[in-house]
């Protein structure tokens, strides 16, 4: 039985690990005069012009939840990365020509190319004047005027209804019953500026302390850092559960249970994130460790977060994507009653539009009442981009057989698909051959975790650094050779483990280099501190 | 002296007026089993299988702050629109075939055609193999490679920095110095999805409780309701000081003392929201008033949001749009020194690109600890939509005399703001012309707020309905005429005195018609109630 990292021993480990630096790293043009606070009085609004010349926002009065969050996949080790790239532009020699970006899953950045068909139908839909250009197939005008059809006065200009256009509703609705073989109701799809925005607007639902006690919400150790930035910034009690990285990171339900005991004491845990396929550790969930899951939330009464942005990207034999809504669906009641949100989005699959800001929610058996809230919420925020409506649009209603843009669409989509397969086997196999390296197999989504024994030297060295072992040595790894991968402790891990999160994304020929480089890297690291 | 309306008591004004027959709207999928919440022990984890069928999330235990918030923009009176424009596409008879939305500034959905110059460059942006159309013009094309070049892989689906693309925030630098006469640091601009998401980031910086007090920020009453709506989700104190509608809405700085001392009773004020051009008033601010709220801000230490999102819109004769931040830094220390977030949007102005989520906040004097704050609370977001980011680009560095698109965009732009200006005196005119109502000068923005008497009778019958008069009123005139207007209660207004909003955004014919039916309506809703 693993021992247990506290949210907060986690946020105090990653806040002294990561806060050294940050703050210097970006400029002002600030011209404040600092005066001793003394001769400021906050309390009165008679006060003389001459003595407010401190700035009235400062770290002592600033929103203690910001204080304290982090976001590890664009934290200090990131920035510095930044910094590098400009340092290279401005021709200081280093050991290495580029920064190679390995810390976050950005697939355009890395070289891939994006869907032919995704982008014809955004350029009509932009500038319709291109419906009347030959050049453009008709599948892809067909899709083009049916979102220029839901769109108020046939412009992408024009605000669309909160939860997003209808008909791209209705798309989706359509997507999941494909999927699943399961009904789908369109009114319970809800459109996002990208899955964070989703996940957040029903995060935030449940902040609602009981009896003095915060809401908790059970998040993966290792996670991904949306989720533990969401909670500190909305003051909510961060559950960590750990998976179990000797059975190729799935959920150990003993392990569940033990997270929500000792978590009752201090918080009133209210729902349980699910990532599957997982970030940042790679697992394909199966559909018994899913009923498992499914059966312990209601146990528990806890909401689901089935975070399924990785749905398509599965590659190991034998993996197979089950969805959070089917499994449950499949059990019946009174698990098919279960309150449930499941996410998608256009930034990682295929298509990997990430900067384009695509993404929904489905939301099953919500409160009637609630989600009238939950819709209203999101109302005040008028709508998410409708571009990035119109790309969630081309991955839910695709290309059809026997439409021109078919074929193309299938060669490219698998194309990426195939790559990224091999690739997974690639980094896994890579790092499996590095001395003191073990990582498991990536059956799906972007991402390798693989976990790294360090020498006790080194830990000593980052420990004098006040840096967390695995921070070091990627600080050492970038500067070195330009690879930027984010820490283990970035996502959390067990107490004692260190590893470290890197993508699959780099084209072959690159990664192929990458993986050579890091290899060089590891061995000098290894002779240096042994 | 206008008397004291709490937000607390407009808070409460709103829901009882607007929740009535919210909940009603949505419809889901729920199927779940209610059980009486006696069999359910929601204190322990010993539970048996058969009693969870209540939902975990309820109106009991939902976020309360998302509970009371409201934004009358879209509220009960907008969905009720909605219901009516399904009514009569399933051929129920009305005594109107169409609904006219002049209740949200929603330029495109108007009627307004976008400026070609923008949606070129998306569309070359988007789809990059259009570079090497003879079709499209040179400039639109170079910006296009501009954009591209600050992509990584040279792609829009790739995240940005989280505060957006380095030379986007470069040009944004050189419009405001353009347009200010006054230096600008391209780092101190902050894109986003839109100027709501920029105003709620930086607010969400202030929540801080300082000795068992709410943070308070003061905002113009009426308001856009994206602030109250706002702090209500963050729980923070509205602090509503009056706008002088017998001086057309200008700001009193007798009132601005006024309710921050009785704010500072039980709050904390720590800024102060300033909407020029005003929404949903007109007005437009002289320098003179300017002046004077930079000195009332600064004695009393507030952080200065100026919500500058319709600077393009000014169409009185002697009206001219001044920044805040121009202002501020003229003014000299210790002014120059104070903090300042000024807010754009692509989404006003001459383009109207509302669905594109583009617009960005220029913050000054910000301490530099706090300001990595701010970033690192941002980036946990990952980025602004990036086709957002190409639209604010457009608007930010425009074709330039010279340039082959120079007069045709010249000619678009010019097109909708004289159309608009005569537009703002039409609706002005019209509703000076009717029985009891009064409209103050359309000196910029998109909106005019009318003041009405209502008869004795009329008032009577709203509260015998549980409607404020002025929604009642609005309910009326959307039923019987399909335009749909917002009632002053959902901006807040002087007690005992009603007024709307509405846009002056139909089209010539189109507002023409609208203003007729209005007059019409409005002499028998007289007669009726009379």
Redesign the interface.
């Known amino acids: 039985m693993p021992r247990l990292l506290s949210s907060l021993s986690l946020h105090r480990h990653g806040i002294n690990m990561r806060r050294s630096g940050?703050?210097?790293?970006?400029?002002?043009?600030?011209?404040?005069?600092q005066l001793p606070s003394s001769q400021?009085n906050?309390?009165t609004?008679v006060?003389t012009?001459?003595t407010?010349?401190k700035?009235?926002?400062?770290?002592e009065?600033?929103?203690?939840?910001?204080?304290v969050?982090?976001?590890a996949v664009?934290g200090p080790l990131v920035i510095r990365a930044?910094e590098i790239e400009k340092e290279l532009e401005k021709g200081v020699k280093k050991p290495f020509t580029e920064v190679i970006?390995a810390n976050?899953g950005?697939?355009?950045?890395?070289?891939?190319v994006?869907i032919t068909f995704i982008?014809?139908v955004?350029?009509l839909v932009?500038?319709p004047k291109?419906l009347e250009d030959p050049s453009f197939p008709d599948d892809a005008k067909m899709r083009a005027k049916l979102i220029l059809a839901g769109?108020?006065?046939s412009?992408?200009?024009?605000?669309?209804?909160?939860p997003g256009i209808e008909i791209i509703r209705k798309h989706a609705a359509e997507y999941i019953e494909r999927r699943d073989g399961i009904p789908a109701?369109w009114?319970?799809i809800v459109i996002s500026?990208?899955a964070?925005?989703a996940i957040?607007n029903v995060l935030?639902?449940?902040?609602?302390d009981?009896?003095g006690k915060k809401p908790g919400v059970m998040v993966p150790i290792p996670q991904y850092?949306?989720y533990s930035?969401?909670l500190a910034?909305f003051n909510m009690h961060q559950i960590g559960y750990f998976l179990d990285e000797s059975r190729n990171w799935g959920l150990d339900i003993a392990e569940l249970n033990r997270s929500?005991?000792e978590a009752?004491k201090v918080s009133n845990p209210?729902a349980i994130v699910v990532i599957n396929p997982g970030n940042p550790t790679g697992q394909v969930l199966s559909r018994e460790n899913i009923e498992e899951i499914i059966?312990f939330a209601?146990?528990?009464?806890?909401?689901i977060f089935a975070d399924e942005v990785y749905q398509d990207n599965v590659y190991a034999e034998g993996s197979k994507f089950f969805s959070f809504k089917k499994v449950l669906m499949e059990m019946g009641a009174?698990f098919?009653?279960?309150?449930l949100a499941s996410f998608m989005s256009c930034s990682k699959g295929y298509?990997?539009?990430?900067?384009?800001?695509g993404g929904y929610a489905e939301v099953?058996?919500?409160?009637?009442?609630?989600?009238?809230?939950?819709?209203?919420?999101i109302?005040?925020?008028?709508?998410?981009?409708?571009?990035?409506q119109a790309c969630l649009d081309t991955i839910m209603y695709p290309p059809q057989p026997g439409e021109p843009s078919y074929d193309n669409f299938l060669k490219e989509k698998n194309g990426v698909l195939d790559s990224l397969k091999l690739r997974a086997k690639m980094v896994a196999d890579a790092f499996n051959s590095m001395e003191g390296f073990s990582c498991n197999t990536v059956q799906g989504a972007m991402y390798a975790f693989p976990n790294m024994k360090l020498p006790p030297k080194a830990i000593e060295e980052a420990k004098k650094q006040n840096k967390a072992p695995d921070a070091f040595y990627a600080f050492e790894l970038l500067e070195n050779t330009g690879i930027c991968i984010v820490p283990g402790s970035g996502f959390g891990q067990q107490p004692g483990t260190y590893h470290f999160r890197t993508t699959i994304l780099p084209q072959p020929e690159k990664l192929k280099e990458m993986l050579n480089k890091f290899a060089e890297f590891h061995k000098k690291f290894l002779q240096k501190w042994c």
């Open positions: 940050l703050t210097s790293l970006f400029r002002t043009s600030s011209s404040a005069v400021i906050h309390n609004n006060r012009m001459a407010q010349a700035p009235t926002l400062t770290m009065n600033l929103n203690p939840n910001i204080k969050m982090e976001y664009r930044g970006k976050i950005d697939c355009h950045a890395m070289g891939q994006p982008r014809e955004l350029a932009t500038y291109l769109c108020r006065g412009s992408v200009g024009s605000y669309t209804d909160s109701d009114q319970n500026a990208g964070s925005d957040k935030k639902l449940l902040i609602c009981v009896n850092p949306l930035a969401s910034e929500i005991q009752r209210r059966k209601h146990k528990e009464g806890l909401f009174p098919s009653n279960m309150e298509m990997g539009e990430c900067g384009l800001r099953l058996n919500m409160e009637p009442k609630v989600k009238a809230m939950y819709l209203k919420a109302s005040a925020m008028l709508c998410p981009t409708v571009l990035g």
